[in-house]
């Protein structure tokens, strides 16, 4: 069961725990995603936290340690407001899984991101509010919900302090100008734009400031980057790499895979997306497997650095079948692999690698 205030067409992955992502032509009807439509994705259960004895505490190397209520959150720290996009790691990990098998993991399409108008204090705000101890390096974040998976009790993860006191960086009590809702977070929840997902911590009750990064099994374990050559046999989780920032991504949503659409001038629209806060500068679309490329038109999106680029481009197609491929460019010109089999990885992460829709026009 969806919860109840979820689109009808949202896809569901899992029932416990609820995991969902949006379908990708509603997705791409809305440069801010509506909530009912925003993905979902969760380890644990659902907390049911009380609002009147809900505590933040902030503690580790810092100068006072601070415990607080939501309503001091609210009024005694400035509100900000951040349109971000934010994408679980996980995204597109179906392409990942055509080039080589993913057993154990959600094999999402292409729909695990959405973007919000987030609203609440900036991170640095209440750091500076403790005091940053000298010796700190790294934030850590830990949630309310309960996990079975791995040794952690709670969910948890940290991002690098310079990242924490960026101030784009926000402990959210607003998701599109309305309280959060319980599965993306209430009370409050860290969001960390331009890295994956999984920094972005729910139902957030302890920051602790210190010299190394979270020991939580989701920072520690999981969402780490290995090489194609590592398996789940041969695996060494004190290796990899911790992924931060999201890398650059492309996908088109409408038309869908396998659609049949009438030969002639056919509109072609989705999302790309740049990791860090880099800029989508060009998107590239190619009917011949990145022989030729023709320019998209970028759309929504430019002035948010922390937002998706939606683009459009129109492509005269003759009867026939014929695959779509699309690629983006970002502001430190790096775009993207033509395919995933090189960049597969045994949990699936990142896959950013070309993304193709196949259409047959009659
Ligand atoms: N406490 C907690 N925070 C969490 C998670 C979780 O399971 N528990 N999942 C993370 C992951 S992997 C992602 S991608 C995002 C998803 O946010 P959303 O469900 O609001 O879309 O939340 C992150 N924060
Ligand atoms: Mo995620």
């Known amino acids: 069961m969806q919860p109840p205030d979820k689109h009808p067409k949202i896809i569901v992955q ?12 509603p997705l791409r009807r809305s440069f801010v995603t509506p909530t009912e439509l925003f993905y979902v994705r969760n380890h644990g259960t659902i907390p049911e936290v009380d609002p009147a004895s809900y505590r933040l505490t902030v503690s580790g190397m810092v100068e006072r340690q601070l415990e607080l209520s939501l309503e001091e959150i609210r009024d005694e720290f400035p509100k900000e407001t951040v349109t971000a996009t934010v994408q679980c790691a996980g995204n597109r990990r179906q392409g990942l899984m055509e080039a080589q098998q993913i057993p154990g993991e959600t094999p999402w399409g292409a729909g695990a991101l959405g973007n919000a108008r987030w609203s609440g204090v900036p991170l640095r705000e209440v750091l500076q509010a403790a005091g940053v101890g000298e010796e700190a390096r790294h934030v850590a974040f830990a949630g309310l919900d309960e996990i079975e998976e791995g040794w952690s009790p709670n969910y948890g993860s940290s991002v690098p302090l310079h990242k924490g006191m960026s101030p784009e960086v926000l402990l959210a009590y607003e998701m599109n100008g309305e309280p959060l809702r319980s599965e993306h977070g209430f009370p409050l929840r860290a969001v960390v734009p331009g890295y ?13 400031l210190q010299y190394v990064p979270s020991d939580n099994y989701f920072q520690a374990h999981e969402y780490k980057l290995f090489p194609p050559y590592v398996t789940e046999e041969t695996v060494d989780y004190t290796e990899g790499f911790a992924l931060g920032e999201i890398s650059l ?11 049949e659409l009438s030969a002639g001038p056919v509109p072609f629209r989705g999302y790309a997306i740049a990791g860090g806060g880099r ?26 650095p ?49 993304h193709s829709v196949e ?3 009659r």
């Not at 033509?338 to 990142?350: C, E, M, T």
């Open 249 to 259: 991504n492309a996908v088109t949503c409408s038309p869908s895979d396998g659609e």
């Open 14 to 25: 899992d029932q416990q725990p609820f995991n969902a992502e949006s379908p990708l032509e």
């Open 359 to 361: 259409v047959d026009a």
């Open 306 to 354: 922390w937002a998706w680029r939606f683009w459009e481009a129109t492509m005269e197609l003759d009867r026939g079948k014929h695959q779509i491929v699309v690629r983006a460019l970002d502001s430190a010109a790096d775009t993207q692999p033509a395919d995933a089999g090189g960049i597969w990885n045994f949990k699936g992460y990142a896959n950013n690698a070309w």
């Open 196 to 208: 994956i997902g999984a920094r972005s911590v729910k139902w957030l009750s302890d920051i602790t």
């Open 279 to 304: 800029t989508i500068e060009r998107v590239d679309l190619s009917t011949d497997e990145g022989q030729s490329w023709i320019g998209a038109d970028l759309k929504e999106g430019e002035g948010h």
